[in-house]
């Protein structure tokens, strides 16, 4: 597995839109920006990343800026600018060897796994599962993105399961308030396991299954020794397409050799026939420990996540833990 450079004090965070344009909403932008710049790093974006677009602009051009960013040796980290829905159409036009041939950490939440997944999977490049360059206005600045910061600086830290988290949805409230219980549930009690960490946002992932986008199984199969543990982050899938998207990947070889499964509280929950999402889990993935409503994904607060690393998670008396290993 690669591990490009973190940042240092003075290094440059490109930013680029393959999803949405952040042209919607330019003031929390740049106050988020305002956050990553206090601490020390420049900041270089792409031309379409201040578009009013919910597609950041065309296909190619997206693609084009993307490559742009890894082929440039002034820029150390490349940032997605926001999420959205379109970024699949421009996974075509990246320049994948070119990312290859400078490896750079890769950073985004929610649409952009379309971008980490192959990258990590296909390439062998470890990427980053936890915030968009656009997610940093948040005043004063809450524990987990102080943990994301400090990781994409290079530290080791151990992430803990939260207390509280917001019930509504973040990007829609007026005030952000950690107003509902964390409560960790498990199908398997108590457990601590080590495995190579893969996932991302499910609505994304399953556009990808048996594309060429798709190296779950190569994956699988070169950390078959190590083990597997796979993260999903729910945005708005109901119980019955969740249920029927794990049991697709199953049915994909996804799960092959996985020691634990970790599935994100549901932002959007949804069912047209009745069944819960603990149905969905317990079916499709028996035998196999999963942590649910975990601290994961669109919800927040939220645990940043390492593809492509070894992750040791703990869960002991409802309390989680998390440790990744860069080896």
């Not at 450079?5 to 965070?13: M, R, V």
């Not at 920006?33 to 974006?45: F, S």
């Not at 988290?165 to 509902?180: C, N, Q, S, W």
Request: aromatic letters at 12%.
């Amino acid at each position: 597995m690669i591990y490009p450079e973190f940042l240092k004090k003075g290094d440059t965070i490109g930013i680029c839109a393959p999803s949405a344009g952040v042209g919607r909403k330019l003031e929390d932008f740049d106050r988020s920006l305002a956050v990553l710049k206090k601490k020390g790093w420049q900041i270089k974006e792409t031309a379409s990343v201040r578009l009013n677009d919910q597609r950041g602009g065309d296909a190619q051009t997206r693609g084009k800026e993307l490559t742009q960013l890894f082929e440039d040796e002034s820029v150390t980290m490349v940032m997605a600018a926001a999420g959205g829905d379109f970024l699949n159409e421009m996974l075509e036009y990246a320049g994948w060897n070119a990312m290859k041939k400078h490896p750079k950490w890769l950073m985004g939440a929610s649409d952009p796994t379309g971008l980490l997944f192959p990258y990590t999977t296909l390439y062998d490049v470890a990427t980053i599962y936890g915030a968009n360059a656009g997610s940093y206005d948040i005043e004063p600045l809450p524990k987990y993105l102080k943990n994301n910061m400090d990781i994409i600086s290079g530290k080791e830290i151990v992430q803990t399961s939260f207390s509280r988290y917001m019930k509504a949805p973040g990007f829609l409230a007026e005030k952000i308030e950690f107003d509902t219980p964390v409560r960790w549930k498990s199908t398997a009690g108590d457990i601590h396991v080590q495995g190579r960490c893969i996932g991302g946002c499910i609505d994304v992932l399953k556009d990808l299954i048996g594309t060429k986008f798709d190296g779950a199984k190569k994956f699988v199969k070169k950390y078959q020794d190590d083990g597997i543990i796979w993260y999903f982050d729910n945005f708005s899938q109901s119980a019955e397409v969740f249920y029927r998207t794990l049991v697709q990947m199953k049915y994909a070889g996804w799960f092959e050799h996985t020691k634990a499964v970790i599935v994100g509280r549901v932002l959007f929950e949804s069912s047209e026939t009745g069944m819960s999402y603990e149905d969905g889990i317990r079916m499709a993935l028996e035998g196999i420990p999963v942590l649910y409503q975990a601290d994961v994904g669109h919800t927040i607060p939220s645990m940043t996540m390492i593809n492509g690393a070894l992750l040791d998670l703990e869960f002991r008396g409802r309390k989680a833990a998390r440790k990744f290993i860069l080896k």
